[in-house]
């Protein structure tokens, strides 16, 4: 996207020979009303950027009383690599205010290494969000903001989770990464440019397709898709509804980051997020926001529903007539439409070919008949 200008908030400088950082938006002031010289340098008190690969970059300008410096590096990656990474890094942590205002986390200095002599890659140890250099296949990581917004979600992540109650779990941390910076751009294509095109690293919508648990079970990067994907339709679904863009997105943000603190896993995000969106203290008479918020969840495949399986698992070899499988349901939202039309019961594997038998219900209770393998062998 072209390149834009930012307001460098709360940034080391020297001015009239006096060390002072700039306020939220960007100024300073110093004694007199003359000219005077300034040393700017891509670090501060919030986001205290190391350069790895060399000294922090600085740069000198004069400045007149009311005027503005622009400090640009557009054509020296390693230096615009130092820039981009305290602007971005910066600007997530003021977006995360929006929904974590208490977390004590983002009232605590940043460190943030750039430069680093490796490539195609990006990481948080938890805190310290650190990027690697260009090569001739990927970008340097922290020219790209959503890449920087990512890897502060990890952190966030981490400083965020409820103890005994949250979990750090890799694939979610990723999922909920990808979401972070995709709320911030508001483009659902996560990392482009990564790989020095347009096309996005990771797409939480894509148009003909939508990654479901637990089908699109992967590594951690695929798997995290799942939960981002549904958060992205819940943003939408949410911004539809309310008929204002901010207020679907603060109301998605809210609810995504009840996630962030106290689910354990992906498919405990959906608990999570309609807890946070009860207003009465009891989700058996339902929240404001619950069909909406299941029929986002479950397009991934993250439902309440749930099935136990009973059946028996060995018979004996004077067993000759198929044997029952019996599956019971719990968990169908009656309120949002959940309703269970057909059970298929299927086999694979074993001492006889992979196939199907429609199961048949008593209430929540389906049963299907299944054929018997020869003896000795399973299925």
């Known amino acids: 996207r072209p390149r834009q200008v930012y307001a460098a908030p709360r940034l080391q400088l ?13 100024g300073f002031a110093w004694p007199g009303t003359l000219s005077t010289s300034v040393t ?10 190391t350069n790895v690969a060399g000294a922090l970059a600085s740069f000198d300008a004069t400045i007149s009383p009311g005027g503005v410096v622009t400090w640009s590096a557009a054509t020296d990656a390693n230096v615009d690599a130092q820039l981009s990474a305290f ?11 929006r929904f974590a205002p208490e977390l004590a986390f983002l009232d605590e200095q940043l460190p943030v290494r ?74 659902s294509g996560m990392g482009r440019g990564f790989f020095k095109t347009d096309s996005p690293l990771r797409e939480l919508d894509p148009p003909d397709s939508e990654a479901v648990w637990p089908r699109d079970i ?31 997105v603060r109301l998605a943000d809210t609810l995504f980051y009840a996630a962030v603190r106290r689910a354990s896993s992906i498919p405990a995000t959906l608990i999570e ?42 018979v004996t070899s004077a067993v000759a007539s198929p044997t029952p499988v019996r599956l019971t349901l719990t968990g169908a939202d009656l309120r949002c439409g959940d309703r269970i039309d057909q059970v298929t019961i299927e086999w694979r594997d074993g001492g006889i070919a992979p196939g199907a038998a429609p199961a048949t219900a008593v209430d929540d209770v389906w049963t299907s008949d299944l054929p018997l393998p020869a003896d000795g062998q399973a299925m």
């Open 218 to 248: 992967d590594e951690i990067h695929r798997t995290g898709v799942i939960f981002g994907g549904a958060m992205w339709d819940l943003r939408k679904a949410l911004i539809a509804e309310l008929g204002d863009h901010d207020a679907g």
């Open 14 to 26: 020297r001015a009239a020979g006096v060390d002072t950082v700039t306020d939220a938006s960007g």
């Open 273 to 314: 997020i309609l807890a946070a969106d009860d207003d009465d203290g009891d989700l058996t008479n339902g929240t404001p926001h619950e069909c909406t918020i299941r029929a986002a969840f479950g397009r991934h495949g993250l439902r309440t529903l749930r099935g136990e399986i009973d059946a028996p698992g060995t």
């Open 40 to 49: 700017l340098t891509p670090t501060g008190p919030d986001v205290e950027v």
């Open 114 to 187: 750039v430069n680093i002599a490796d490539e195609c890659n990006a990481f948080s140890n938890g805190t310290t969000i650190s990027f690697f250099a260009a090569s001739t296949r990927c970008e340097n990581t922290a020219r790209i903001a959503d890449v920087v917004y990512h890897e502060f979600g990890h952190s966030v992540h981490s400083h965020s989770i409820i103890p005994g109650v949250g979990f750090f779990d890799g694939a979610f941390s990723e999922g909920l990464s990808d979401y972070l910076a995709a709320t911030i751009t508001d483009d």
């Open 87 to 97: 602007i971005h890094a910066s600007l997530v942590r003021t977006y995360a205010r």
